[in-house]
């Protein structure tokens, strides 16, 4: 299964929410890992959300509580619900597998910019 970045990002003033969306090409019920990463720049890529065994959700401290991860299995689409948005928040977001990520594979991100 590979994820791409399928829309949702933007321009928003702090405070504001935005929702990432995703596609798969194929079923992403069952697999644990999958998640979301942003990418500032001049920083490394790091994970901001990812669903984990028993389809639970795991989030670092700085967006944990005003961003969520979801996924529909009737479409395949993962979701990523930001709230509250920082001007920290600004990066490109990326979607990704575990497998894809372990192989350095990343797909098209999506630009969220944040502005005071």
């Known amino acids: 299964v590979q994820l791409q970045a399928s829309g949702g990002g933007g321009l928003v003033q702090a405070g504001g929410s935005l929702r990432l969306s995703c596609t798969a090409s194929g079923n992403i019920f069952d697999i644990n890992g999958l998640g979301w990463y942003r990418q500032a720049p001049g920083k490394p890529r790091a994970v901001v959300a990812t669903f984990t065994r028993g389809n639970n959700t795991w989030y670092p401290n700085s967006v944990k509580g005003r961003f969520t991860i979801s996924r529909d299995s009737a479409s395949n689409t993962m979701y990523l619900q930001m709230n509250d948005l920082k001007l920290e928040d600004t990066a490109v977001y990326y979607c990704?597998?575990?497998?894809?990520?372990?192989?350095?594979?990343w797909g098209r991100g999506t630009q969220v910019t944040v502005s005071s």
């Open positions: 990704n597998t575990p497998n894809d990520q372990a192989r350095g594979i």
